[in-house]
Every structure is written in C-alpha cells, then in structure tokens.
C-alpha cells in the first residue's frame, strides 16, 4: 500500500472534467484547460491534494477514528460498498436519508428495527407467518438495508466523511459541516469546492477513477488502523511489564 502515483491518476481518466458549459467557476484554481469541449483537471495539483488527503486518512485512523464513505450515484455503489468494508469503516451507497447525521439518536432507532427484523428472519419468525405478513416485513427489511446496512455497526458520528461527488451528495455534506466533521472529497469540475475540508479535484463519475480513489482512501485507513494496533499493543506490553514490576517489588508479609 503506497500513496496515489501520478501513472495511476492518468490511468484512471482522473484528468478528465465535464464540459465546460457545464463548470462551477470555483473549480477553476484546479483547471489545466480545455479539449474537445471538456475541462481537463490539472493532475500536479490533484496528486498533492489526493496525497495530503491521504495522509490526512492515514494519521486519522492511527489515532481510532471512523470514516463514513458516502457515494450514492450508480457509478459509485460497488465501490464506496466493497472499499469501506475493506477498511473496516462504514458507507451510504443508495438515498442519504435526511438527519443521518443531524439526527443521528432517530436514524439509530430504525437501526435497532432493521436489526429486529434481521434477527426475526433468522429466527424463523417470518415462517411462521401469512405469506402477506412475511412479504411485507421482508419488504420493509430490504428497504432499512438498502439505506441502513452500511451503518448498522456505527453507534455514534463518524469522525470524518468520504464523499464522491459533492454535488449529488450535498446534503450529507451540509450535515457534516454543520455538526464540524471534516469532509474528504472528490471533486468534479461541475462541483462547488466551498467549505471542503480536504479537496481532491477528480473525476467522479468513471467507475476507474472512483474506484481508484476509495481504494486509495481504503488503504490509508488500513495502513493507520495498523499503526494504531501496534501502538495500542504496546501500550497493553507496558501496562503487563509495570504490573509485574510491581509485584516483584511488592514486599513479602
């Protein structure tokens, strides 16, 4: 696992913005110039963002924290999905329900409802009832996982979002701004960069790029969570060797 490498950013289309007709002037400090009508992102810029984002990720999770990774368009889901349960963290990969974060004790109640029903149908409770009944509980199970699965073991606010495509997903970047949780994110020529924490610019829309980036992101996280381990082992090493100490010292009665 290494940081992000300027062949892999031009493998992966990163360069590659949307027409220019359709820019956000913010996004222009992070602009190389045009071609055939699309706005090409200036990769020297890209990779010592992605890079500082990435360090950024690393020293986050050496210290114990969660990232919840938000990315809900179609080119994202696989992704945002496979990536963060690689890293160990949490994702929304469908609807961000309005109040996830700013709500956070009521979208936990519907949590514990999703795992109600979880542990009902492995039960066997659903056999037990009318084929009617068991469709509409299996139903209302699909629709809680769909928006819930990826959150289902985050019992309190993340300390950091992974966002894919601000724009789609403003509003879950809006509720990170507003509770003071910092924002990673790719961010498309089409894009407003305001009041991003830590900026890549990128193309969020090729599954390439996309992919690059949480897997990126991924590692990092993995790379922390190690020297986090490592430290907390340690720490667990000293506290054995000075209660042995002690008892050694302890004198006889």
């Not at 300027?6 to 992966?12: D, F, G, I, R, V």
């Not at 010592?48 to 990315?71: D, H, I, K, P, T």
């Not at 409802?113 to 009318?130: A, I, N």
């Not at 068991?134 to 289902?152: F, H, N, P, V």
């Amino acid at each position: 696992m290494s940081q992000f490498t300027m062949k892999q950013l031009l493998e992966a289309g990163v360069h590659f913005g949307h027409q220019t007709r359709r820019w956000n002037p913010k996004m222009a400090p992070y602009i190389f110039g045009k071609r055939n009508g699309i706005h090409i992102i200036d990769l020297q810029k890209t990779l010592r963002m992605a890079n500082e984002s990435y360090s950024f990720m690393q020293e986050l999770a050496a210290a114990g924290g969660r990232v919840l990774f938000v990315g809900t368009k179609r080119q994202a889901r696989d992704a945002v999905k496979e990536e963060s349960a690689r890293g160990g963290h949490f994702y929304v990969n469908h609807r961000w329900l309005g109040g996830m974060l700013t709500n956070f004790a009521t979208v936990q109640q519907s949590v514990r409802k999703m795992k109600d029903l979880q542990r009902q149908k492995e039960e066997g409770v659903f056999d037990l009832l009318t084929k009617k009944e068991a469709l509409q509980l299996q139903r209302e199970l699909d629709k809680l996982e769909r928006s819930l699965g990826g959150i289902k073991e985050m019992t309190e606010l993340p300390d950091c979002l992974f966002v894919v495509d601000v724009r789609k997903e403003e509003l879950a970047v809006k509720e990170a701004q507003k509770l003071g949780i910092p924002v990673v994110a790719v961010v498309d020529t089409n894009c407003n960069p305001t009041g991003i924490d830590y900026i890549i610019p990128g193309n969020d829309d090729a599954i390439r790029a996309v992919r690059l980036f949480c897997s990126k992101i991924a590692d990092a996280l993995l790379e922390g969570a190690e020297a986090w381990q490592l430290e907390n082992a340690e720490d667990g090493d000293d506290i054995v060797e000075a209660m042995a100490v002690a008892v050694e010292e302890e004198p006889a009665a």
